[in-house]
């Protein structure tokens, strides 16, 4: 049976009634199979119970597409049970039962009147949890009271979590009513909903009743719908006020009809006057069929309404025919908007067969103003990346990642030290992806964004969008996943996300300064399934890869350099690129605004600290013995940078 769109989170009204309920059916819907195994739901009729069965197989949907998620009355799993025993394929019945990932079964206090359905029950049951699968069941009272129920099954329903679901109170009952009338478009006098809500409506069906007699009596022109009307409307303590004469000369009263002998044309005239009405009522009660049908279903009918009145029989077929056309429509737009944002849905636009253009501009704002996730970086490229012994585990995975995105290494960990490349490789990844899919959506940011981004929804009321804004990604790059630790509410929607991509064969890939198994603060569940791809090291860059770190910065600021100055700034230790990059720039910083070539001299001044002051800096000649100088070949050396005494002394002389 297919789940009504109706029935969603969204649309469930929660109170102190049925909180209790509500957050454990989100909490399953979240993670199938993994807490409150089974639920059990139970409640007297009209208080909620199919709507939150429901809404478990649509929130479990939207969070795992690729779930199988099945709803059944008991009475539709009876049904399956018995055709299947006719046709000799019991064993293919359980099978396929079994293979269910999220199992909703409503009304099961019909089990009384099934004895052989009870054991099968109890197997499946025990084969679901077995399997790590999710069963949800309702039922209008708690299992330890259905009649002639299994004691083994009772055992087994009420091992998981039994749930009941009270009757409304008085700030759930208004709250209800305020959803109801808003659904329908219909604006309520002041006072009018707060007296409704105070008769005391045992159910919310019951509530939706008291909608739908106020609705009428206003749709008639019953006369001022005040709080005390609807008091006595509802509970027939009086009778409804009729509406105000209209202003005028007083109607006469109607007269006993004279007697009238009659004839073959006043009979002729009889039969045409009786055929007219009798055609005038079928189509008013088509229509009339029609208001009550789509009132039902939440749209507005004031399109249909006014053709009630219509002097002229209008072409009835067809009216109802584009109404539904127009209500299909509004429906298809809906599921396009719930796409992007699930609230947006709930739209009063979305109801109304009379706004489907302002429903299609709506459409269009919602698709525009959601923005993808963050992309990677375009500055930070293969091209740009320095490849060498230090980060060639780590490039080769990564291009490993790049040709068979989600089938290779998901996730990729890479972790190193600060300024190892981890954050330029990711991107490069990212970007690579992108290139090789235009249509993609790569998103590619810091942990620290990505928890800002999840506080803001949050804030906003938003999270459900913000879910399906990552959802719809093709691939997640996080950089900086030690930065989660302590994060609880950022790590349960990565953890959901995570499920999510693997199950959807999408790429995952993170960073990190330490290894999956060093990152405190982070759940085990998360650590895990990191270390359950490939976990690749970036050491610190080389003397090699740092002399190529030298050239790229210096062309970069079109400068050029003797090669004695590069190897020099090569050889300084540098553990990372920008060590490397801090050099680079304390030599620039101090090299001679005249000169268009770094020196190695130069860049020894700039990274040993030695002063150039002129004072400070003389040219003296220095006469060494011979045999004493190896290198420069002569009996005299030229000493640069001849410091004063006042840089040597430790303190002041006294």
Avoid at 102 to 110: A, I, K
Avoid at 222 to 228: H, I, R, W
Wanted: negative net charge; contains cysteine.
């Amino acid at each position: 049976m297919d789940l009504n769109p109706r029935f969603r989170f969204e649309g469930f009204v929660i109170g102190a009634s049925n909180r209790l309920a509500a957050t454990a059916a989100r909490t399953v819907a979240e993670s199938p199979g993994s807490t409150y195994n089974p639920l059990f739901l139970y409640a007297k009729s009209g208080l909620g119970k199919t709507h939150l069965l429901q809404a478990v197989g649509f929130l479990a949907l939207e969070r795992q597409s690729s779930l199988r998620v099945e709803y059944l009355t008991l009475e539709e799993f009876v049904e399956r049970y018995h055709a299947s025993v006719a046709a000799g394929q019991v064993e293919a019945f359980r099978r396929s039962a079994q293979e269910t990932d999220l199992l909703l079964l409503d009304d099961v206090q019909f089990l009384a009147e099934h004895r052989e359905m009870q054991a099968e029950l109890l197997r499946l049951t025990e084969a679901l949890q077995a399997a790590g699968r999710q069963i949800v069941l309702t039922c209008d009272r708690p299992p330890g009271e259905i009649a002639d129920l299994d004691e083994r099954l009772v055992s087994r329903l009420s091992g998981g979590l039994l749930v009941d679901i009270a009757a409304p109170d008085f700030e759930t009952r208004l709250a209800i009513l305020h959803r109801k009338t808003a659904e329908r478009g219909v604006e309520m006098p002041p006072g009018v909903l707060e007296t409704v809500a105070e008769v005391g409506a045992s159910n919310v069906r019951e509530l939706i009743g008291f909608v739908n007699r106020l609705i009428a009596f206003q749709a008639v022109g019953g006369g001022s719908l005040t709080p005390e009307a609807a008091r006595a409307l509802l509970t027939d303590e009086l009778p409804a006020a009729p509406a105000a004469p209209p202003p005028g000369p007083a109607p006469r009263l109607p007269t006993r009809p004279v007697p009238v002998e009659p004839d073959e044309f006043s009979a002729f005239v009889s039969v045409v006057s009786t055929t007219v009405a009798q055609t005038v009522e079928a189509w008013r009660s088509r229509i009339g069929e029609a208001v009550l049908r789509w009132q039902g279903e939440g749209y507005r009918t004031r399109r249909l309404e006014q053709l009630l009145f219509s002097e002229e029989i209008p072409d009835i077929a067809g009216e109802l025919a584009q109404y539904a056309a127009r209500v299909e429509e509004l429906r298809r737009l809906a599921g396009e908007a719930a796409a992007f944002d699930p609230a947006a849905a709930g739209h009063a636009c979305f109801r109304d067969p009379d706004l489907v253009e302002e429903a299609r501009a709506f459409t269009a704002r919602v698709k525009d103003g959601v923005e993808p996730p963050p992309p990677p970086s375009r500055g930070l490229s293969f091209a740009e990346f320095i490849e060498g012994a230090a980060n060639d585990a780590g490039v080769r995975a990564a291009r490993a990642v790049i040709a068979e995105p989600g089938k290779r290494f998901n996730p990729l960990f890479i972790t190193g030290p600060s300024g190892t490349g981890k954050t330029h490789l990711l991107h490069a990844v990212g970007n690579e992806l992108a290139t090789a899919r235009p249509d993609a959506v790569i998103a590619c940011l810091s942990a620290q964004a990505f928890t800002d981004e999840l506080v803001q929804a949050i804030d906003a009321g938003r999270l459900e969008w913000w879910r399906r804004r990552f959802r719809r990604a093709d691939a997640l790059l996080l950089d900086d996943a030690q930065l989660l630790a302590g994060r609880d509410a950022t790590q349960e929607e990565l953890f959901n996300l995570f499920n999510a991509f693997t199950d959807a064969e999408k790429q995952l890939a993170f960073t990190a300064d330490r290894l999956p198994a060093q990152l405190s603060g982070v759940a085990p569940r998360l650590t895990t399934r990191f270390e359950g791809g490939l976990v690749v090291e970036l050491a610190p860059p080389d003397r090699i890869m740092r002399a190529t770190m030298v050239r790229r910065l210096l062309a970069a600021r079109h400068v050029t350099a003797d090669d004695a100055a590069v190897e020099y700034l090569a050889a300084r230790p540098a553990d990372s690129a920008r060590a490397v990059q801090g050099l680079v720039n304390r030599a620039l910083a101090r090299m001679d605004p005249a000169s268009e070539t770094l020196t190695v001299q130069a860049a020894r001044v700039a990274v040993e600290g030695r002063s150039q002051r002129p004072s400070q800096t003389q040219a003296i000649s220095v006469v060494v013995p011979a045999g004493l100088d190896p290198v420069m070949g002569s009996r005299e050396k030229v000493a640069w940078d001849w410091p004063g005494v006042a840089d040597r002394m430790i303190e002041e002389l006294r």
